[in-house]
């Protein structure tokens, strides 16, 4: 009798053990997540030279930033060593000119300490959900972008009312029940991981965390459901905010995660 493997314990082991197969598990887990990440490419401001991508998974949408800003310089993060590993081999196989601009961070959010004022651009796809309170981190991300720099987030928020999550919830496992989908098994298994990982915070709350941090012009420019993209702008150079206002007139502090 084979004996059943014990439940990962974390969300980055969760993940790290499907690292093989998360190209395709993860378009029969997340509906229109083809869309999802075409929305927030078209989203991206161009001319970055310095770019921080939080959880690069296997390395998908990786390719796909590098081919948006070929010159650029490149942080990928991700707390799943298996998922650095992938994104590391693909990126230098599609891109082996351009590794020297490659740095890989397998860390998790929490514990990511960026230099300040080091990045104009932070992208992130169906990652920070896994961070339980984003406060520090959006603190972490306002220090590190340098003055008008942008943070372009894809992921899953929470209804801004228990009806409404639990419309967004019930909407979502429909599709994993969808033909083609996941199996009942694989259906008990994210049930779990989402159960034990994950935390979908409503995009009011995420707005006031990000304004609390020193952002500016946050929005959220597509939704559907659970999921949605928001965008946020750290203010021009000389641009007080209330939260600089706490921290005084220049942004000089080097927050970490």
Same mark, same amino acid.
């Given at each position: #009798? %084979?004996?059943?493997?014990p439940f990962p314990h974390t969300a980055q082991a969760y993940w790290g053990s499907k690292a093989a !197969? $998360? /190209?395709a598990f993860i378009r029969r887990v997340v509906p229109r $997540? /083809? !869309?999802i990440t075409? &929305?927030?490419l078209e989203c991206l401001p161009r001319s970055r030279s310095r770019i921080v991508e939080l959880g690069c998974g296997t390395g998908s949408l990786s390719v796909r930033l590098v081919e948006l800003a070929p010159d650029a310089s490149f942080t990928f993060v991700d707390a799943a +060593? !298996? #998922?650095i590993e992938t994104a590391r081999l693909r990126l230098a196989d599609r891109f082996p000119n351009a590794t020297s601009r490659f &740095?890989?961070?397998p860390l998790r959010f929490e514990d990511l300490a960026l230099e300040p004022n080091g990045c104009e651009l %932070? %992208?992130?796809s169906l990652s920070l959900h896994h961070v339980a /309170? +984003?406060?520090l981190l959006y603190r972490g991300l306002y220090a590190c972008l340098a003055p008008e720099g942008s943070l372009c987030v894809a992921d899953g928020y929470g209804g801004e009312s228990t009806a409404i999550h639990a419309l967004h919830l019930d909407r979502w496992q429909a599709f994993w029940r969808e033909p083609g989908n996941l199996t009942s098994e694989e259906i008990d298994q994210v049930r779990q991981h989402v159960a034990q990982h994950d935390h979908y915070m409503p995009l009011g709350a995420h707005f006031r965390a990000l304004e609390n941090a020193g952002f500016c012009e946050c929005d959220c420019i597509w939704r559907d459901g659970l999921f949605a993209i928001i965008t946020a702008s750290a203010p021009r150079s000389g641009v007080s905010t209330d939260r600089e206002g706490e921290r005084g007139e220049h942004r000089t502090d080097t927050h970490g995660f």
């Open positions: #009798m %084979v004996k059943a493997q !197969e $998360y /190209d $997540y /083809d !869309e075409t &929305r927030l +060593p !298996e #998922m &740095r890989f961070l %932070v %992208v992130s /309170d +984003p406060t």
